[in-house]
């Protein structure tokens, strides 16, 4: 677009105003219609898919064995300094179960048999079994006492039922319990079923009968294999935690459900209380900037139209909200006054005769005649604004993860609109209102910001004048700070941390203030902290896991379970409980559980234990036969057979600690597999949730090198060819690019000082930098190019460069520094992150903007005298 075409483009719109404002009007009441037809859910950040081979292995375990797919809450029940073993406190979370029982909206989502389970209905069961000897004693006959030893340790609820439980601990007395208590939970016993420790804290002393916390599972059903929805089981959890809450005076419920809830109540707090303070700091600024309301309303109509359009692209590509699109608003907002004030500056310029086109000063222009000449002065610094911002928004849609690519869509076509907007709609309205007032004799005499004299004006003067005298030293220096910043971020921390989205509790000021803007309490990130510290977590895609193919039936195998289980290390990411073994369940705790509970099972293994530790030392394959016969659904959820009867592959599921990054995880699991595969003839692959969202991290810090060399290369092709065409100045390109990439040096460095990581939020603020940099660095490149082409003094041309377009560029950095620096104050901190670092970025590029560049530029004119 060179300038004879940018001329009649400018005319075109000075002269078909009304025209163009009804079209677009028209293909904006067109394109916001799709935020009432089209269909916008919400959607949780998401875990990407990738081909891996760890994603193999898990797709692998989920196609041939029988996985526990049910939804897994927990009930964490704590007295720090008490006993939470009483039979007060054992009875109270018994009651408990019975009540979610009885809530019809809780009792859904249960899943069939086993839905609670917790040491108290371990207790409440060896006391029934005690009452049924005791009743046969009397009535002279055997009973089934040993039947119910077993339902007595297996800790079912199913037999007895759950009120024969609550009547069995009610009819005992306080020492009975204790009594009871002592027998399960005897380090030496041999109790059936699973461990009652597991209930307890990893800090539990084995064989004592008190604890201070213990935590009771609550499994529901799983959506994807269940007529219940995603909803229904999170507000189930929701009103679960509401029970918990009436009947202790210190428990908390722990799920997926309770984390959306939290999430979802953080964001809706944070708009409260942010909003406001965002419309009032916009409206501030808006006027010190315009110092008019007619151009403060015609900028706030831009920005409502803007977001007509937004929000009606994402109804009509059915793009779901999530917590990363709630950025842009944001983002398209402080955009959208960057490109008004440069329209509105440019034009009161013009307008004003300090735009001049001739070298010659002029008087006041007419409305027409200013619009013409400003437009056509900044309309290809937007457009090549617009599209440069917009590679670097689309450049993350080659992100593995949805709500990155769909960031990456609304974004990018946000800025698009943003042009069309501020390129032709504003400025039409902007005329027709001029020549309204003009035809009416009201004289609007309004300078642009930084152009006549005032601080601001000798500020930016300086900068100017700082360039030309010392140049080298502010290349220098800003070289040294991008070093140090460049060298800090190789410390930036990568990993995945779920902590880190979780809400934070608001600051104590937040606190005070008046309904409805006062938070609410926010104890989940808190709850998790305590329950992996002291707790194995369970659920969906919590846990670690392990594919082991070979020779699964050789007796190597059990072996390197068994040692693994006793030497991984309690420092680590795997929960390691009070016994000291590690949270490992594959074939070894299967063969043992069953052992204690099948005497066919007992008697095999032990006929082929050589060396005493419990397990087979040869003949497996039978052993395993027998488990399968004895308990086929136990078996089949660690061991895969084939129709032939042949063993394939092995599983084990390892605990690992809720808020210990993926990372971190992944390394200790896979730790784990590379100890067996050294010990025993197979061949072992970590996997699970935390292993795959390592995995998927991995990917996205590939997806942001890419990404920034997607946008690094396309906006320097775009700048070095869009200065050839015009001047045949191709070294401009690298020029205005420059600052930006020393800006964005700047911003790791500040990241990495700030302790703020990578993770997918912030992914995305590489490629967003250098849009928002460029846009301004090609703002002041174009003046500058302008200016000089009509002076032949270099140091006026850099100073009416900085002092028109200064202004304009301070008053967009204020703005958009300030919408998203408003973020800092949300109580979720992706928002809180992505606000600060976006904010700062800003900030950077500014300065880049008019200390940076201004010096590249007098250096490039001097190089440029020289060798001519």
């Known amino acids: 677009m060179k300038r004879g075409l940018t001329s009649r483009y400018a005319d075109v719109l000075a002269s078909r105003s009304r025209l163009i404002i009804a079209l677009l009007l028209v293909v904006s009441a067109v394109v916001g219609a799709g ?31 029988e996985t526990d797919d049910a939804v897994v809450a927990q009930v964490v029940v704590r007295d720090e300094g008490g006993d939470v073993l009483t039979r007060e406190s054992l009875l109270e979370s ?30 409440a069961n060896v006391a029934y079994a005690h009452e049924q000897r005791e009743h046969a004693k009397t009535s002279g006959t055997n009973g089934n006492s040993g039947s119910n030893t077993s339902a007595a340790g297996r800790g079912q609820s199913s037999e007895p039922t759950l009120s024969q439980q609550i009547a069995a601990v009610e009819s005992s007395s306080d020492e009975e319990i204790e009594t009871y208590l002592s027998r399960i939970l005897d380090p030496d016993a041999s109790v059936p079923g699973s461990d009652p420790t597991e209930f307890l804290p990893t800090d539990y002393e084995p064989g004592t009968t008190s604890a201070d916390a213990r935590t009771t599972l609550v499994f529901q059903k799983s959506p994807s294999s269940s007529a219940t929805t995603t909803q229904t089981v999170n507000d189930a959890q929701v009103a679960i935690n509401s029970l918990v809450e009436k009947r202790f005076a210190d428990a908390f419920v722990f799920g997926q459900g309770i984390i959306d809830e939290e999430s979802s109540q953080a964001i809706g707090d944070t708009f409260i209380i942010i909003t406001p303070v965002a419309v009032v700091l916009l409206l501030v600024v808006l006027t010190i900037a ?27 590509l059915g793009i779901p909200s999530n917590s990363t699109l709630i950025a842009v608003p944001f983002l398209l907002i402080g955009l959208s006054i960057d490109y008004s004030l440069h ?56 992100s593995p993860l949805g709500s990155i690519q769909d960031f990456a869509i609304l974004s990018g076509v946000g800025i698009v609109a943003i042009f069309v907007v501020f390129a032709a709609l504003v400025p039409a309205v902007k005329l027709e209102l001029e020549q309204f007032f003009d035809r009416r004799g009201r004289d609007r005499r309004n300078p642009a910001v930084g152009v006549s004299s005032g601080w601001l004006n000798r500020l930016l003067s300086g900068t100017a004048s700082l360039a030309r005298r010392a140049p080298i030293v502010v290349i220098v220096i800003s070289l040294l700070l991008a070093s140090a910043g460049a060298y800090g971020a190789t410390g930036i921390d990568t990993e995945f941390n779920q902590a880190d989205f979780l809400p934070q509790d608001a600051p104590t000021w937040m606190e005070s203030l008046p309904e409805p803007f006062a938070p609410g309490d926010y104890d989940v990130s808190e709850n998790l902290d305590y329950l992996s510290d002291n707790f194995r977590q369970r659920g969906q895609g919590s846990e670690g896991q392990v594919l082991i193919r070979g020779n699964v039936t050789a007796p190597a195998l059990l072996t390197a379970v068994n040692d693994v289980s006793h030497n991984t290390d309690s420092s680590g990411t795997i929960v390691v409980g009070s016994d000291g073994r590690a949270a490992i369940e594959g074939p070894v705790s299967v063969l043992r559980t069953i052992a204690a509970e099948n005497q066919t099972v007992a008697n095999a293994i032990e006929t082929r234990d050589t060396d005493g530790d419990g397990l087979p030392d040869k003949d497996v394959a039978t052993v395993y036969d027998l488990l399968f016969d004895a308990a086929p659904e136990q078996a089949s959820s660690v061991l895969y057979r084939t129709d032939n009867g042949s063993y394939q592959s092995a599983r084990l599921t390892v605990g690992v600690q809720g808020n210990a990054s993926a990372q971190s995880v992944a390394s200790d699991v896979r730790g784990v597999s590379s100890a067996i595969e050294g010990d025993a003839p197979v061949r072992a692959t970590a996997t699970g949730g935390p292993v795959i969202t390592a995995v998927v991290q991995g990917a996205l810090f590939e997806t942001l090198v890419e990404g920034f060399a997607i946008t690094l290369g396309v906006i320097l092709t775009l700048l070095i060819g869009l200065y050839w065409w015009r001047h045949r100045a191709p070294g401009l390109g690298v020029v205005t690019l420059v600052p930006v990439l020393i800006a964005l040096a700047w911003l790791l460095g500040t990241m990495a000082a700030l302790d703020i990581p990578f993770n997918s939020e912030t992914v995305v603020i590489t490629s967003l930098a250098i849009g928002l940099g460029v846009d301004y660095s090609i703002h002041a490149s174009e003046r500058f190019v302008d200016e000089r082409a009509r002076s032949d003094s270099l140091a006026d041309s850099l100073s009416r460069a900085l002092t028109g377009t200064g202004g304009a560029l301070l008053g967009s950095a204020v703005t958009t ?23 700062l970025s800003i900030i950077y590029a500014f300065v880049a903007c008019v200390t940076v560049l201004p010096c590249l530029l007098v250096i490039r004119e001097r190089l440029l005298t020289r060798i001519a």
């Open 817 to 839: 520094a300030a919408g998203f620096g408003v973020l800092a104050l949300a109580l979720s901190p992706p928002l809180q992150r992505f606000g600060i670092v976006t904010g």
């Open 35 to 65: 935020a009432v037809l089209g269909t916008t859910g919400e959607e949780q950040i998401g875990q990407a898919s990738i081909d891996s081979t760890e994603q193999a292995a898990l797709d692998r375990i989920e196609a041939t064995y």
């Open 290 to 316: 315009y110092r008019d309301l007619v151009d403060v309303l015609v900028s706030v109509f831009g920005v409502g139209i803007v977001m007509v359009w937004y929000t009606g692209v994402q109804g009509w």
């Open 343 to 398: 329209v509105v500056m440019r034009y009161r310029e013009a307008r004003e005769g300090t735009l001049d086109t001739d070298g010659e000063s002029v008087g006041r222009r007419d409305p027409a005649t200013a619009m013409r000449l400003g437009i056509a002065g900044v309309v290809l610094a937007l457009a090549t604004a617009a599209f440069s911002t917009a590679v670097g928004f689309f450049s993350n849609y080659i």
């Open 94 to 123: 018994l009651r408990l179960q019975q009540a979610f029982r009885k809530n019809e909206s809780i009792n859904a989502t249960l899943r069939d048999g086993t839905g609670t389970v917790g040491i108290e209905n371990v207790v």
